[in-house]
């Protein structure tokens, strides 16, 4: 993939990991925006062709009504970390959640 510069190209990396690990209502619930950290949890989305740099945005979603995030992306890690680290904080997401207390689910489809 190329350089994960735009919003947009980020956006698009990370959709899929959350069709991988939801299911059908969940997903269907969904809302999910990046976000500067500068702005805080609750920051508007940022615009497809926002430049992205590393530790200056976050992924923040709803599912069923609540509310989940993420820490800084570190786009330097390289698209694999990235991918990664989203598993990760979605599952912890998943896990202390009402929706999915507990559970481990791991991603249908591991690149």
Not at 18 to 42: C, H, I, K, P, Y
């Amino acid at each position: 993939m190329a350089e994960l510069k735009y919003a947009r190209d980020v956006k698009r990396l990370l959709e899929p990991i959350f069709e991988s690990m939801l299911n059908v209502a969940e997903l269907e619930s969904l809302t999910f925006r990046l976000q500067r950290v500068a702005d805080g949890a609750n920051g508007r989305g940022l615009p497809a062709d926002t430049i992205i740099r590393t530790n200056d945005t976050w992924a923040r979603w709803q599912v069923l009504g609540e509310e989940g995030g993420s820490g800084s992306l570190r786009l330097n890690d390289g698209v694999d970390a990235l991918i990664r680290f989203m598993q990760g904080e979605l599952q912890d997401f998943i896990a202390e959640s009402h929706f999915g207390w507990g559970e481990l689910r791991v991603p249908r489809n591991l690149p």
